[in-house]
């Protein structure tokens, strides 16, 4: 098929990009509040810069178990939309909020035992007190982000990522200034530090939230989607949301558990190892982060295609979300190859501070080099598991996620830490591994095709009752 036929027919570039380029936007827009975040603290103090990145791993390791189960309900809203059922989307929504709202209540509890969870990472006293403080804070700001998830796949999976877009975009303005200002003391605000920048993320998911509700729960909405009315709790629902939802969750958590891994380990070696590696992978973020805009794409138009019976169209969907992924991916990887010293140099910090950060960048360059390569792997990798998840194959991916990284990250590491082995190549070369291993076996997967057969909403049910 020739590229303009690509582009107009169901499926193609076109619908890819109008669903999928404001899910980009949404999500440069959060990378964008997390790059400047790193920059603000580097430019702080380099130990600031040192502790975000691994107290931001272990928070959101936590969280991103039920971030993948409750994203899921965009899955579940995207077939019900495929199989002209509008009622049902309400009902899925609330399912959605049922689930986050005990888990976020949960999660708020973790700052509790944040001091000697820190303690199991070895890293020296003031950088683990710093790592306890950011951590505490952004757990208290999990249930807001959850929520706000959850109301957003109400958009999302209908196909509408405008709204998304917009309300994410309206973030930075409100996150930006305020993290800078609580960071450094600036005009009425007091000096916060580190701790100004887990504040101001936790007010980053406030807003959102309320806008959400304010939009979705109207009485012109009640009468299509029922988002009022569908507020009970649903037993049969509920269980088929956990079936494929919970694999998600674990999928991404196991994902997240391995980088974390990473992280610590790597923290292991030295100061420089570590504030290069969070930068490293603070830039990375700038490439990752949008596609994973692509990824949701593909989850709703495979989920839209599945929801009206039509596996082919799905099948084609995702591969027009393919050649937009990689021809992104491709871009960022020369940026990452040919100009590491200017992005690194943006986590300097200024006056005889400085200094200290020439080590930094010295490293830095070459692990730039890994992350190009990265890069393009993980294209793959993203866009794929898209595709499974909106088909309802979770199962699959949280068993190769789970095994991928024990056997090309966990383990090795511990070789590593066990041998006393402190040489960065190693732990960026496994990495490299694991996304490798993932982009073959996901390939291959979707190639197959046993993804086709699953029946996620229950069409042979008939309709369900509320």
């Not at 949960?106 to 944040?114: D, H, K, V």
């Not at 303690?119 to 505490?136: A, I, S």
């Not at 291959?444 to 086709?452: K, S, V």
Request: glycine share 10%.
């Amino acid at each position: 098929m020739n590229l303009v036929k690509r582009w107009n027919a169901q499926g193609g570039y076109g619908e890819a990009l109008s669903i999928g380029l404001p899910l980009v936007v949404s999500m440069i827009s959060n990378t964008a509040m997390t790059f400047t975040d790193r920059i603000f603290l580097g430019n702080y103090s380099l130990e600031a810069l040192g502790a975000a990145l691994p107290a931001n791993v272990m928070a959101f390791l936590f969280l991103s178990f039920f971030m993948g189960v409750s994203e899921y309900v965009n899955v579940f809203i995207a077939q019900y939309t495929g199989a002209c059922r509008p009622e049902s989307v309400g009902r899925a929504l609330w399912q959605g909020i049922w689930f986050c709202i005990p888990a976020g209540l949960f999660l708020a509890s973790l700052g509790f035992i944040a001091d000697p969870l820190f303690q199991l990472g070895g890293h020296p006293e003031e950088l683990r007190r710093l790592e306890v403080v950011y951590f505490q804070i952004l757990t208290v700001g999990s249930l807001p982000c959850l929520l706000g998830l959850c109301l957003s796949n109400f958009f999302a999976g209908r196909g509408l990522t405008k709204p998304v877009m917009l309300i994410s975009v309206g973030g930075i303005f409100i996150n930006i200034p305020l993290d800078y200002c609580l960071i450094n003391g600036v005009g009425p605000f007091p000096e916060m530090g580190i701790a100004g920048a887990g504040l101001a993320t936790v007010i980053g998911f406030i807003v959102p939230l309320i806008v959400y509700m304010v939009l979705i729960f109207t009485p012109r909405n009640e009468r299509k989607f029922k988002v009022l009315s569908g507020w009970r709790f649903d037993r049969k629902l509920f269980g088929r949301f956990l079936k494929f939802g919970l694999p998600g969750g674990v999928q991404f958590f196991l994902d997240m558990f391995a980088i974390s891994f990473f992280v610590f380990i790597v923290g292991r070696f030295g100061a420089v190892e570590l504030a290069s590696t969070s930068a490293v992978f603070s830039i990375y973020n700038l490439a990752f982060m949008p596609t994973i805009g692509l990824h949701v794409a593909a989850s709703i138009m495979v989920g839209q295609a599945m929801g009206d019976g039509n596996p082919d169209r799905a099948a084609f969907a995702t591969h027009s979300v393919l050649h937009l992924a990689l021809a992104y991916m491709c871009v960022m990887a020369v940026v990452f190859w040919v100009m590491p010293e200017y992005l690194l140099n943006l986590f300097r910090a200024s006056g005889d501070a400085g200094a200290d950060f020439d080590a930094v960048l010295q490293m830095g360059r070459t692990l730039m080099r890994y992350a190009a390569v990265f890069t393009v792997c993980d294209a793959v990798v993203i866009v794929y598991m898209g595709g499974l998840k909106g088909a309802g194959d979770t199962r699959f991916i949280m068993l190769v996620m789970g095994t991928a990284s024990i056997a090309s990250i966990v383990i090795p590491m511990l070789v590593l830490s066990w041998l006393g082995i402190t040489n960065i190549h190693w732990p960026w070369l496994f990495l490299l591994i694991y996304v490798i291993v993932l982009a073959v076996i996901f390939t291959a997967r979707f190639i197959r095709g046993p993804w086709r057969r699953i029946d996620l909403i229950g069409r042979g049910d008939g309709p369900e009752m509320g």
